[in-house]
Structure formats: structure tokens, C-alpha cells
């Protein structure tokens, strides 16, 4: 059964404190992408790595972190530098599944941060 | 400056009727559109998409409609259904990153 993958569902961290996000995905694709949600707010796009060993910063970075040492893994580690970290993180995989083109990008379950 | 937008927050249907969600972009480069349907808590799930080189794509209850002259596209959903409540996001992609630009969504509520 194909999919991607996140842990833990909630997770609460003191402030101070750098902790890391799992995204694991079994659709052997080659793109992977962070996303950070917030109320009211669209999907903003925090990492991606287009293959193993490789990454691109997105629109808001700061504060964060990713390696991409296997192709079925990107975890993301939110460091204490990261200013307002309580949100939603999305992972998603980009590439074909079914009829559709490659460009797709299929998500998580998602990772709800809390600071306390 | 929002390349992509979605500029109803909310739209309230009743059961049975059609639901129509609009969505706006202003990079003219943009070749591929999706919409998302999400759940509160939870991650987005494709529900459709469709090519620049395309104006109607459909799979069973929902379309997608692409005017490009205007820059607009929208999904129709028909009959809606009450689990089609949700938050539905358009995307857009262009280029060989393949990076999606996203709306903020509309929620949709389609009441008994």
C-alpha cells in the first residue's frame, strides 16, 4: 500500500528546544517538499529536495533544517531559531501515480507542532 | 504578492446542488493547476487537475474548468454531497522545479 508517511501526528516541544518532523514515503518518487500551514493561511513551502543528497530552500527556511540521505526519507528538524514554530507541517512526494501527470504532489497525514 | 488566489473564503450549498470554486492566478507561465480537498488535522488529498493545453477535465463528480485568457479556473462539484465539506485548495505549478503555488482556500459547507 503506497503512501507517505508522517510522525508523530501531535507533538509538543518547550521552547528552546529543536525536535525533528519523519516524512517517509513509498511511492518511489524523487521530489519531496516540507509545508507549513497555519490558520486562515494557504501552504507555504518551507524545504524541497528534487533527489537524494540535494535540497532547495523555500519561501520561509529560516529556522529550519533537512537532509535527504535516503530517497524514501526527508525529515525536518524545527530549530529553537524559528520564531513562531506551533503549526500544521505538511510533507508531500511529487510524481506519478495513476493517470496523472508527474507534476502531482500527494500528502501526508500531517505533524501538528505545538510550543509550550 | 499572491500569484495564486481564492478570493471566497467560505460558500455555504445545499445538498444535491452544484458547488463551484473559483480560482484566479497572475503568473501567466503556470502549466499545470490542482485542486486539494482537506479535512481539518489532516494532509490535503488530490482530487483533480488539469493541463494549460486543456480547458475541461472531468472525474465523476468533479470538473475542472480552465479559462486561460482569464487566468481563472474552477472546480464543479455535482450533486455536492455533505462529506464534500471541506477546505479546498487550487495549486499551480510552472517550470522545471515543479514547485506548487497555493490559494487559501475555500471552505466549503454543503448542508443537508
Redesign the interface.
Known amino acids: 500500500d503506497g503512501g ?1 508517511t ?1 510522525s508523530p501526528k501531535y507533538l509538543f516541544r518547550k521552547e528552546g528546544q529543536n525536535v525533528t518532523l519523519s516524512c517517509e514515503q513509498n511511492l518511489n518518487h524523487d ?1 519531496m ?1 516540507w509545508y507549513r500551514q497555519d490558520p ?6 518551507i524545504y ?1 529536495s ?1 533527489i537524494v543528497n540535494d535540497f ?1 530552500k ?1 519561501d520561509i527556511a529560516e529556522g529550519y533544517s533537512v537532509s535527504r540521505e535516503k530517497k524514501e526519507s526527508f525529515p525536518l528538524t524545527v530549530t529553537s531559531a524559528q520564531k513562531n514554530p506551533t503549526a ?1 507541517y ?1 510533507c ?1 512526494s ?1 510524481g506519478r501515480v495513476g493517470g ?11 505533524t ?1 507542532l505545538t510550543v509550550l | 504578492d499572491q500569484q ?1 488566489k481564492q478570493n471566497s ?1 467560505s460558500l455555504s450549498v445545499q445538498e444535491g446542488r452544484i458547488s463551484i470554486l473559483n480560482c484566479d492566478y497572475t503568473n501567466s507561465m503556470f502549466d ?1 493547476f ?1 485542486w ?1 480537498k482537506k479535512y481539518p ?6 482530487l483533480i ?1 488539469i ?1 494549460s493545453i486543456k480547458d475541461k477535465n472531468e472525474d465523476g463528480r468533479f470538473t475542472v474548468f480552465l479559462n486561460k485568457s482569464a487566468k481563472h479556473l474552477s472546480l464543479h462539484i455535482v450533486p455536492s454531497q455533505p462529506g464534500d465539506s471541506a477546505v479546498y ?1 487550487c ?1 499551480a ?1 510552472g517550470g522545471s ?4 503555488i ?4 475555500t471552505k466549503l459547507s454543503v448542508k443537508p
Open positions: 507517505i508522517q521530489a517538499y486562515g493561511q494557504g501552504l507555504r513551502l524541497y528534487q532547495q523555500g500544521f505538511l508531500a511529487r496523472y501527470p508527474s507534476d502531482t504532489q500527494y500528502f501526508g497525514p500531517g501538528r | 495564486v473564503p499545470y490542482l486539494y488535522a489532516e494532509g490535503p488529498t488530490f487537475s493541463s485548495f495549486a505549478s522545479q515543479g514547485n506548487l497555493f490559494g487559501k482556500g
